[in-house]
């Protein structure tokens, strides 16, 4: 019957459409997992890559998800900018900034002093609502806006020695100049709580900002913000001491002192690196006996 025919047709047009998307769906399948494979940047030698992930855990195969709308985190205008461009016009404050926090992954090295950098990118992450969901070029990455300015947030995963292995590419990917590379780290010769923002300088016998000054080709004319950790007491070597928790005492007054450093970011993101060198080192000690 002709009912009978069309039926019959449709019924094997409907077969034929579920098995093109079968096999469009498997085929999919085997391109994203030889794609997750080949893009893995990480050495997965470790059980946990990076702190805090049970916090920050994203989708899977997140670099798979369709293209985010204009305007979205993900699809800020990070690489717009040339370097010659943005660095003939190092106040434009609609260019993007790379702010990187020095540490080591893994979770022994978590709440340790010399992992104070981290801390710091976690800190500006929840305070910009700036999820840290993105691996690239060795690093946990997170991109989002502080006001207006765009932003990338990285924690290299490289150990902090070789920081540099990050930060180098990183930079060169996305075309942010060393002017807008803001590097966080802790440091031995501030006393605890004290914050400062510098332009530039050298390593100060840190192994990570050694790193990062090497794959810069030796230049050192980007500004970093120093958070001070103070020395040991007694004969305790440097070393030892930078992978020792705070205590306890200095854990009641961390969060402040974290927050004041959110505060410096912002004002050097939103009003330029002259201002808030100019202004804010001059609030950056905090009182402890507050």
């Known amino acids: 019957m002709p009912g009978q025919g069309r039926l019959g047709r449709r019924g094997a047009i409907a077969a034929i459409n579920c098995g093109f998307r079968s096999f469009a769906v498997e ?3 085997l391109w994203a ?3 997750t494979m080949r893009m893995q940047p990480l050495q997965l030698a470790h059980t946990r890559p990076w702190t805090r992930l049970h916090r920050l855990r994203s989708p899977p195969l997140l670099h798979l998800l369709p293209p985010c709308s204009r305007g979205s985190p993900c699809s800020l205008p990070i690489r717009a900018a040339s370097s010659s461009s943005t660095s003939s016009s190092a106040s434009n404050r609609n260019s993007p900034w790379l702010i990187v926090g020095l540490g080591n992954p893994g979770i022994k090295f978590e709440g340790t002093r010399h992992n104070i950098g981290f801390d710091m990118i976690d800190a500006i992450a929840e305070a910009e609502n700036i999820p840290l969901r ?3 070029h060795k690093s946990l990455l997170g991109k989002g806006y502080i006001g207006t300015t765009p932003v990338l947030l990285a924690k290299p995963q490289t150990y902090m020695n070789l920081s540099g292995e990050s930060v180098g590419p990183l930079s060169a990917y996305y075309k942010i100049p060393r ?3 803001l ?3 802790d440091d031995l010769d501030l006393q605890f709580a004290t914050l400062k923002l510098l332009p530039k300088g050298g390593h100060g016998g840190h192994n990570g900002m050694r790193s990062l000054i090497d794959h810069f080709g030796g230049k050192q004319d980007f500004p970093r913000l120093r958070f001070g950790i103070g020395r040991p007491a007694g004969s305790m070597p440097p070393s030892a001491y930078v992978l020792q928790k705070f205590s306890s005492k200095e854990i009641e007054e961390l969060d402040v002192v974290l927050q004041r450093g959110v505060e410096g970011v ?3 993101t939103t009003q330029g690196l002259e201002k808030a060198v100019s202004t804010w080192n001059k609030k950056s000690k905090i009182d402890l006996a507050k």
């Open 33 to 35: 997992l030889k794609h």
């Open 183 to 185: 590097a966080i780290f």
């Open 179 to 181: 002017e807008r590379v």
């Open 134 to 136: 993105m691996i690239q």
């Open 27 to 29: 085929g999919l399948r």
């Open 266 to 268: 912002r004002l050097l």
